[in-house]
């Protein structure tokens, strides 16, 4: 301020420096110092907004049907298929979403054969294959289909040969998406599940949609020092257009955001964990500067994943050096898992396909290959081999670019989509069965995928629309058992599992919901003494009893997609155990009556709708 008076005054040389020039100069300083007073606590306010604890809504779940028939008694699967079957006949919506799955899972796009619809019956969903061929090949002796064919959201063009190969999947190879039902349809369904067992202990993978920030922020306490695997492939800071999410930042806010996002997942992270940072030449350099200087953190290894080992094409032609690498930086933290794994110098892929192989004390070579029960067992590589250590540049994990990637497992618009096997490799190396693993900068959801198929347990995060378009479609494909992808097929994968997905509140959410209003007289000096700590903010929650001389807290009021029971478990800290009609009650024992939300009860549920303020 004071450099900018000086240029407005001393530059005339000319200016009178009499008493009222004196004095409007002074006056000058005393207001914009008031001003900027002001400015810094509205900021602070902001900051608050930003940092308070948010709401979980729009909460459901995928219910793998495999998983419930073994939890539940069969009285009750009984029932819960029932209400399933009805609603196959009555909701259109949830009738074309098991269609877009089993569509997905059973074409074969190298072939040109695709399913054109599925129909329910006799509890089965029954499909004809037909081929996409030339009209010029017509055949009036053969049948051809005469209704349009989509692959995925795109019509596909040309003629269709009815073939005489058909698929039939037993409805209890699905899932419930508690997203399609009627909400009175999927709160009987819940409490009727929750009656014999706990939903959210169950669960096996946690998919939020939300900035990444309030994800870690939401996060801290309920999952302090549990998990033990972070993998993140932020954006690289390509500066290109053509993703789904930005990618384009100045260097300095690409590293504020990546160290805002580190500072957060080092409270979540367990004492002894592994984190994978993966990224390219844009921003490697950066992401060790904050590794080794901010965080003075001892990357093991800069793993150099050779991502097009045989360029050719397109990208063969740049006049220059080709580019064919990301890199990855590994970070061990304390005695962290790690699982030895080998390649062999000899080709044995007939017996374990993509997979690296574990190898015992006697030298004796093995694969982690799920049984007729879905639990992993180890499998004997009965191959002669010759054993060869995993090296830091991996030039043997075939990229997206690779063709049979792109037609087994492809769910990515552009060619940031990380293959299955990749991450397969982390996971592995990494973690243990029922590890929490997490990434939150999920994009197509390759790690969630893959977590899920080696029985680990997951958090996945994003703020793009990508997490209902792309993430959860594929995770249903999963859930029933995905046959195309390589690791599927290699470590025999049946489906299963149960995964929640919800939104967090926003930031712009709660601007929008916060009053903020001047509470002292008109003829006082609103700047000087306005107050934050006077505004009512989220006060709409607050429900005045006066007979009972109390004031409740309905947070339905705010959100009426609230997931209460997952908001209070976030701010808490504590697991959930069981979630009934009017109550959550928690691992601890201890339980919130929603009737009886108070802040003279509950007085730490205040930070959801009233922060603190300056």
Not at 259 to 282: G, M, P, Q, V, W
Not at 516 to 541: M, P, T
Not at 553 to 578: M, R
Request: negative net charge; charged residues 30%; aromatic residues 12%.
């Amino acid at each position: 301020f004071d450099i900018y008076v000086y240029n407005w005054l001393f530059n005339d040389l000319d200016t009178d420096f009499d008493v009222a020039t004196v004095k409007r100069m002074q006056n000058i300083k005393k207001i914009t110092h008031k001003v900027i007073e002001y400015i810094a606590r509205f900021e602070d306010e902001l900051k608050a907004i930003w940092e308070k604890p948010k709401f979980v809504k729009n909460s459901n779940y995928l219910l793998s049907l495999q998983d419930l028939k073994k939890k539940l008694s069969s009285d009750l699967y009984s029932e819960i298929l029932k209400i399933l079957k009805r609603e196959i006949k009555n909701n259109q919506a949830l009738l074309d979403d098991f269609n877009f799955t089993l569509k997905d899972i059973y074409k074969l796009p190298l072939q040109k054969i695709y399913i054109p619809e599925f129909t329910f019956k006799e509890e089965k969903f029954n499909g004809q294959y037909v081929k996409l061929i030339d009209n010029d090949s017509k055949e009036d002796s053969k049948k051809y289909y005469d209704k349009p064919v989509f692959d995925r959201n795109t019509e596909l063009n040309g003629l269709f040969e009815v073939t005489n190969k058909n698929v039939s999947i037993d409805l209890e190879k699905l899932y419930i998406d508690t997203g399609l039902l009627d909400p009175k349809i999927k709160s009987e369904l819940l409490i009727l599940i929750n009656e014999e067992i706990s939903i959210d202990e169950n669960i096996r993978g946690l998919l939020i949609k939300s900035d990444n920030f309030q994800t870690l922020n939401n996060l801290k306490n309920k999952f302090n020092k549990r998990v033990s695997l972070i993998y993140i492939d932020p954006p690289f800071n390509t500066e290109s257009q053509d993703f789904a999410y930005k990618d384009k930042y100045k260097d300095s806010t690409w590293l504020s955001m990546v160290s805002n996002r580190i500072d957060f997942h080092s409270d979540i992270l367990c004492k002894d964990s592994s984190e994978y940072f993966h990224l390219d030449a844009n921003c490697n350099f950066l992401m060790r500067s904050i590794l080794n200087n901010v965080y003075k953190k001892d990357i093991q290894r800069e793993i150099i994943w050779n991502t097009s080992p045989s360029p050719s094409g397109f990208k063969s032609k740049a006049n220059n050096f080709i580019r064919q690498h990301d890199t990855i930086f590994y970070v061990k933290n304390g005695n962290a898992v790690f699982n030895k794994m080998w390649v062999s110098k000899n080709p044995i892929s007939e017996e374990i396909g993509w997979l690296d192989f574990f190898v015992d004390e006697d030298d004796s070579g093995y694969i982690l290959k799920r049984d007729e029960k879905g639990e992993f067992i180890k499998q004997r590589i009965t191959s002669d081999f010759t054993k060869i250590a995993i090296g830091d540049v991996w030039n043997d994990v075939y990229s997206m670019m690779f063709t049979q990637n792109m037609t087994r497992e492809n769910w990515s618009e552009g060619n940031t989509q990380k293959p299955e096997n990749l991450l397969r490799r982390i996971i592995q190396s990494s973690s243990k069965e029922d590890d929490w693993v997490m990434d939150y900068f999920v994009g197509s959801g390759t790690s969630a995928s893959a977590a899920h198929k080696l029985q680990r347990k997951w958090i996945c995060s994003d703020i793009g629309d990508y997490v209902y378009t792309t993430v959860i479609p594929r995770l249903k494909t999963v859930i029933v058992g995905d046959i195309k992808p390589k690791l599927s097929d290699d470590t025999n994968w049946q489906g299963g599992g149960i995964i929640k997905y919800y939104e967090l509140e926003q930031y712009e959410e709660v601007l929008s919901r916060a009053k903020f209003q001047w509470q002292g007289k008109k003829e006082e000096n609103q700047v000087e003494q306005y107050s934050f700590l006077q505004d009512q903010k989220l006060l709409d929650a607050i429900e005045i009893d006066y007979e009972k001389k109390n004031a409740k807290v309905v947070f339905e009021k705010l959100y009426p997609d609230v997931d209460i029971a997952e908001t209070l478990s976030n701010l808490s800290g504590k697991h959930i155990k069981q979630i009934l009609e009017d109550k959550v009650v928690f691992e601890d024992g201890s339980e919130v009556i929603y009737d009886e939300m108070t802040f003279e009860k509950y007085p730490w549920i205040k930070p959801l709708i009233w922060w603190n303020s300056k």
